[in-house]
């Protein structure tokens, strides 16, 4: 590769505060809100146009539940809830939590979009959207990360703030910091959604399309997938995930930009499988995502990885800051369909088109946990600045903890709980990673975490 070397030049200041979140996603706002709530002067960078990450601009329209797996002891609140509560007010979400544990929530992700900009709004943060954090290696002084730069088109900035959170989903500012970083040997594929109208015209159709797709798909070149969707709330259409791009790199423009090609064209082939199935059918796509999703990417390196056995057996941890109850859910790369493991022992190997086969991964026993922990160490990287945290999906976790943790209502609360260490951190002036965690924990519940 041929180099050329950037000269170098003055940057302005283009914004100070007190907590800088970098990535916009609910777990990045949500890290933000909480900081803000406490006080604390807060500037959140999004690359995109809107705040919600995957549940906005890659159409993911799913929150699950947030009870314990036999429905007796709700283990997560705060502002997930909160979110859910004021969306349900405009008739934007479909709650499923008594009729399907697993599902929760169902909502419109345009309305979310609006929605998260009125929170936003009412806490007064300084919002940068079409805003990227930028590549130029970020301000250390004294050990501390005291700037980061940003590009939009309003040019290069730099952005000064006491404590950092990268939220980023791909771990761009600790990885650029040096800290360590590492990806899993089989990442989760990745999925392109649509939206449809006139989908009720599809008559039984619409109930076969995974069946379609298996029995039609290698014609089209679409891998074996795993296919779900469901109507949106206060609207016609119907979101459908049912695509599966493998080998993206998260971290590689290259393959990015063959995953957006490649999710839209598998998007067409499927309305063609559809069409030749149903002619007479009238539906029409409505809506493609502003972003291919993804759904695992790099993870940092921290004091703790949390594991598939810490997650499988419900153990407890001292420094828990997040908790969920959704099974291990692995989308598999080397094979068609997924794999579904539950806390109480059993495991469904769903394929598209054929029935589920249940077995056991572990034997029986007289009790089983009902949710698992995510505890706080997991947020930190390794060797990096002390006022640097992440909250996400890029959190240390192998890869059968990740398929279960990553999920939204989980990831929501990390970012609760890295903005409220944030302020935690400059109330106390110490270090983000010696925190007295009592205090970290109350704080979250006092501000509405169900801990
Ligand atoms: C197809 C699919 C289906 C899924 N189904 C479900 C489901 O039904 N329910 C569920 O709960 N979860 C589901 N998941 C998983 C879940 O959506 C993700 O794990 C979760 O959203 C990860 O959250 P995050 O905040 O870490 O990342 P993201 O949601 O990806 O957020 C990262 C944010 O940072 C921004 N950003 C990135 N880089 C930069 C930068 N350099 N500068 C500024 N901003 C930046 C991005 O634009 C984005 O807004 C699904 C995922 C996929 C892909």
């Known amino acids: 590769m041929r180099i050329i070397q950037e000269p170098a030049r003055d940057i302005p200041v283009i914004h100070e505060a007190d907590v800088c979140v970098l990535g916009g996603s609910c777990t990045g706002l949500f890290a933000a809100l909480r900081a803000a709530r406490l006080g604390a002067r807060v500037v959140i960078v999004e690359k995109d146009n809107c705040f919600g990450g995957i549940a906005t ?17 709700q283990i ?67 050990g501390r990360l005291a700037a980061v730069f940003v590009e939009n088109k309003s040019g290069r900035g730099a952005i000064r703030a006491r404590v950092f959170i990268d939220a980023t989903g791909d771990a761009d500012l600790v990885s650029r910091l040096g800290c360590e970083t590492y990806f899993a040997n089989h990442l989760q594929p990745a999925t392109a959604c649509a939206r449809f109208s006139g989908w009720n015209s599809l008559g039984e159709t619409a109930r076969r399309v995974g069946e379609l797709i298996r029995e039609h798909g290698p014609a089209h070149r679409i891998p074996p997938t795993f296919s779900w969707g469901n109507y949106v709330p206060n609207s016609d259409n119907y979101m459908l995930a049912a695509t599966r791009i493998h080998g993206i790199n998260p971290a590689n423009a290259d393959d990015l930009t063959h995953g957006e090609i490649e999710g839209r064209r598998q998007v067409r082939a499927i309305m063609d499988i559809l069409r030749a199935a149903a002619p007479a059918a009238r539906f029409g796509l409505e809506a493609l995502p502003s972003r291919l999703g993804l759904r695992e990417s790099r993870h940092i390196r921290s004091p703790y990885q949390l594991t598939g056995d810490d997650v499988l057996s419900g153990r407890a941890f001292d420094d828990t800051i997040a908790q969920g109850s959704y099974r291990v859910d692995v989308h598999h790369q080397n094979k068609p369909g997924i794999t579904l493991r539950y806390l ?54 192998d890869p059968i903890a990740h398929a279960a943790v990553r999920v939204m209502v989980n990831m929501n609360q990390t970012g609760e709980a890295a903005g409220v260490a944030a302020v935690l951190s400059l109330e106390t002036n110490q270090p ?20």
Not at 57 to 73: D, E, I, P, R, Y
Not at 357 to 385: K, V
Request: aromatic letters at 6%; a negative charge.
């Open 57 to 73: 601009t890659a159409m993911v329209n799913v929150w699950h539940t947030l009870w314990n797996t036999n429905g007796t002891k």
């Open 76 to 142: 997560i609140a705060g502002l997930t809830e909160e979110v859910m509560d004021r969306l349900d007010r405009r008739g934007a979400v479909q709650r499923h939590e008594k009729t399907n544990p697993s599902r929760g929530f169902t909502f419109n992700s345009e309305e979310l979009k609006i929605e998260l900009d009125e929170l936003a709004g009412e806490a007064g943060l300084k919002i940068y959207f079409h805003t990227q954090f930028a590549a130029p290696a970020p301000i250390i002084e004294n």
């Open 344 to 397: 109480d022992g059993t495991e469904e190997y769903c394929q598209p088109g054929v029935p589920n086969t249940r077995s056991r991964w572990r034997p029986e026993t007289a009790t089983n946990p009902t949710h698992y922990q995510i505890p706080y160490r997991t947020l930190l990287p390794l060797r990096g600045p002390d006022n640097v945290i992440v909250a996400g999906r890029m959190l240390d976790v």
């Open 432 to 451: 983000l990673r010696d925190l007295n965690i009592d205090t970290l924990r109350a704080r979250l519940v006092a501000g509405g975490s169900a801990l």
